[in-house]
Nanobody
Framework: QVQLVESGGGLVQPGGSLRLSCAAS????????MGWYRQAPGKQRELVAA???????NYADSVKGRFTISRDNANNMVHLQMNSLKPEDTAVYYC???????????????WGQGTQVTVSS
């Protein structure tokens, strides 16, 4: 089955950096848009960054200038470089991808299990 697995989360001090990675696996025909979402306790899940198959990007206003999304099409991966981290960035970060595979007749929406990012001194 198609799976998305995130890695790279952890505990970091304010002003520090983390790099999140997401790898897609399974019987994949193609991957269209990919993105990162985050959800803090008691809050709604929000889009952090997205990237198309052609490399066009979009960011939430709160992370512009600090986060960079990129993808490695040869390895079905997407990354999120997070710099100048703030306590308000603390959340579970989820990978999302629009994937055509044997599991879905057209394009399916897939989510990873999430990885915890904690920014605290």
């Amino acid at each position: 089955q198609v799976q998305l697995v995130e890695s790279g989360g952890g505990l970091v001090q304010p002003g520090g950096s983390l790099r999140l990675s997401c790898a897609a696996s399974g019987s994949i025909f193609s991957i269209n848009a990919m993105g990162w979402y985050r959800q803090a306790p008691g809050k709604q899940r929000e889009l952090v960054a997205a990237i198309t198959s052609a490399g066009s990007t979009n960011y939430a206003d709160s992370v512009k200038g600090r986060f960079t999304i990129s993808r490695d099409n040869a390895n079905n991966m997407v990354h999120l470089q997070m710099n100048s981290l703030k306590p308000e960035d603390t959340a579970v970060y989820y990978c999302n991808a629009d994937i055509w595979s044997e599991e879905h007749p057209f394009v399916g929406d897939y989510w990873g299990q999430g990885t915890q990012v904690t920014v605290s001194s």
